[in-house]
């Protein structure tokens, strides 16, 4: 079983319409995270949380929110979707290890999101 | 915006050539990450670097920490088919040890067999 998952896996929705993007880890990690990646763009963070407790945004944020349900559990939502947030999601988790900084990032396999 | 700047955008190379590309930035990094992506895959961490001159191999794949913690780059050597792809350099701002990675553009790589 993947260490990361991610749903939907595909999503086609209209300009308006709130989307939630689920992602589930069972590495144990702490640290979550969600990117977008657009061609020619890289991948780009939109928001963090270093536990349940503790969230922050990335370098894009606007128009995105997120929840931690639990440390395994970290869900993006796109209150009022428009076309331009057509993209590859990515969630990924992260461990701060005790022996010093650790910033091993572990993917999961992405959402492909089309707003028409 | 975008801090890392990585190249070559893409390479379309022979099987058992040598492959380089690399990452550069204006800022100091005190990580750099090296990722690889399949087709409607998530990223894969290849190698990791943590202190500046680090030279680290995985397999054929040898990753260099640059000296001015500006820089670093990729190497594989003999490449592959199953090396097709996009890489990805992502790296992390000092001080502390935020797990913010900014990420290049990616260099895709092309095998020809």
């Known amino acids: 079983d993947a260490d990361v998952t991610q749903t939907p896996r595909n999503r086609i929705t209209k300009t308006g319409k709130r989307i939630m993007l689920e992602c589930s880890q069972t590495k144990g990690h702490d640290r979550m995270y969600w990117y977008r990646q657009d061609p020619g763009l890289g991948l780009r963070l939109i928001y963090y949380s270093f536990d349940v407790k503790d969230i922050n945004k990335g370098e894009i944020s606007d128009g995105y929110s997120v929840s931690r349900q639990a440390q395994a559990k970290f869900s993006l939502s796109l209150e009022s979707a428009i076309p331009n947030q057509t993209a590859l999601y990515f969630c990924?988790?992260?461990?701060?290890?005790?022996?010093?900084?650790?910033?091993?990032?572990?993917f999961g396999p992405g959402t492909r999101l089309t707003v028409l | 915006g975008q801090q890392l700047n990585q190249s070559p955008q893409s390479m379309f190379i022979q099987e058992g050539e040598d492959v380089s590309m690399n990452c550069t930035s204006s800022s100091i990094f005190n990580t750099w990450l090296w990722y690889k992506q399949d087709p409607g895959e998530g990223p894969v961490l290849l190698i990791a670097?943590?202190?500046?001159?680090e030279l680290t191999s995985n397999g054929r794949l040898t990753a260099q920490f640059g000296i001015t913690r500006k820089d670093s780059f990729l190497n594989i050597s003999a490449s592959i088919p199953s090396d097709v792809g996009i890489y990805f350099c992502?790296?992390?701002?000092?001080?502390?040890?935020?797990?913010?990675?900014?990420f290049g553009q990616g260099t895709t790589l092309q095998v020809k067999p």
């Open positions: 990924a988790t992260s461990d701060f290890g005790l022996a010093g900084p650790n910033n091993e990032q572990f």
């Open positions: 992502a790296g992390q701002r000092s001080p502390g040890n935020t797990g913010k990675l900014i």
């Open positions: 670097l943590y202190k500046a001159g």
